[in-house]
Structures are given as C-alpha cells and as structure tokens.
Nanobody, 121 residues
Framework: QLVESGGGLVQAGGSLRLSCAAS????????MGWFRQAPGKERDFVAA????????RYADSVKGRFTISRDNAKNTVYLQMNSLKPEDTAIYYC????????????????WGQGTQVTVSS
C-alpha cells in the first residue's frame, strides 16, 4: 500500500515536499516513481529513483526544480518541488515498479491514491 501526503495550495515560485509511505517489507526491492495528472490530461511521468537511490530520472519539464529521494529505512519516497509553476498543478501519484527506465504508467505495478498540488499564479 502506498500513501501520499504533502500536497496543497502554493503560490508560483513556492515549494512543496511530497511524501509517499509504503507498507510491507519489500520497499527496497522496488523502483519508485512519481507521476502527475492534470484535469483532462494523461498521467505523465515526473521522476523515478532506483532501489538503492543511486540512479535518478526526471521529466524534462521538472529537471532542476524537482528532486526525488528515498529513505529505505522509513519505507518512504519523497519529491521536493521548488520553483513551482501553475502548470505543475495536478494530482501527484507515487508508484512502485521493477523497471527503472519505465516512464509510462503501465510500467509500474502499485499506485497510491494521489495528492493534489495546486499552484496559483
């Protein structure tokens, strides 16, 4: 089970940190990813982190502004979001999978319920 938290309303230029807590004992076996979905749009890849955190991937739209990290001792993955823009407004989902190179939803096996991020201009 994956549970996201940390979403909310923030002004453009502000920051938020999302967290995703996982239950179970196998968290460190999974690649963890973040996706987002804006109203009327597809669910898009945001970032991914390998099982031990040694490799990271980002969508071009968030490079230099967002940072993904994980704490395997706490079964938690984070998404630090800085310099937020109105176009970052979406529901953000964390996901667990086995392929680090996957950047589409079907590449992930488990999903959280999502947390809303709204960036006002």
């Amino acid at each position: 089970q994956l549970v996201e938290s940390g979403g909310g309303l923030v002004q453009a230029g502000g920051s938020l940190r999302l967290s995703c807590a996982a239950s179970g004992r196998t968290f460190d076996r999974y690649v963890m990813g973040w996706f987002r979905q804006a109203p009327g749009k597809e669910r898009d890849f945001v970032a991914a982190i390998s099982q031990r955190g040694s490799a990271l991937r980002y969508a071009d739209s968030v490079k230099g502004r967002f940072t993904i990290s994980r704490d395997n001792a706490k079964n938690t993955v984070y998404l630090q979001m800085n310099s937020l823009k109105p176009e970052d407004t979406a529901i953000y989902y964390c996901a667990a999978g086995s392929k680090f190179t996957a950047e589409v939803p079907r590449g992930y096996d488990y999903w959280g319920q999502g947390t809303q991020v709204t960036v006002s201009s």
